[in-house]
């Protein structure tokens, strides 16, 4: 079986598996990174996301040989990524702005899909840090592969975590 080096959340891994095993299974069952979710397995609908060198992935079928040499964030990095770009130390002791966020809306209900919902947030907000409500329902709606669905329908709290994060994150 062929290994792999992948950085994943700033530390380097390296993972024996088939060329064809989706990240999603790398991450929870060889990382033991829980927050990367298990959705439809098709990339429709977002439970599985993570970065890959700062944009928006579905790990449910992007397979692990497409990601050596990538640097890889799950919801669980996104506090040492935070960390980063302000230039802190590698050990951060405070949450994403758009972690935060989501806490102060108060935004999951089962919370099964927010680890994916914040990562588009993030990724949403590197590209447009002042998003309007428009675009901020459009990145969850619009950007390939497809739409982020949400059962509880938190969509509302989704926006108003990002716009919280959005100020933030500007200062």
């Not at 935070?82 to 919370?111: F, M, N, R, S, Y």
């Not at 409500?133 to 390939?144: C, L, M």
Request: charged share 15%; proline share 6%; net charge positive.
């Amino acid at each position: 079986m062929p290994s792999y080096t992948l950085t994943v959340n700033g530390k380097s891994h390296t993972v024996n598996a088939a060329a064809d095993t989706p990240l999603i299974y790398v991450l929870r069952n060889d990382l033991n990174l829980m927050g990367t979710r298990l959705g439809c397995g098709m990339s429709q609908c977002g439970a599985c996301a993570v970065l890959a060198d700062g944009k928006e992935i579905r790990s449910c079928t992007t397979t692990v040989s497409r990601l050596a040499g990538k640097k890889i964030h799950t919801i669980e990095g996104l506090p040492g990524l935070w960390a980063a770009k302000k230039g802190k130390a590698e050990t951060p002791d405070t949450l994403h702005p758009v972690q935060q966020a989501w806490i102060d809306e108060q935004v999951p209900q089962c919370g099964y899909c927010q680890s994916g919902m914040m990562i588009a947030a993030v990724d949403l907000l590197e590209h447009n840090p002042k998003p309007s409500v428009e675009q901020i329902r459009s990145a969850f709606t619009n950007t390939p592969p497809s739409a982020h669905l949400c059962r509880c329908g938190t969509y509302t709290g989704i926006v108003a975590a990002v716009q919280r994060a959005s100020k933030a994150i500007a200062g």
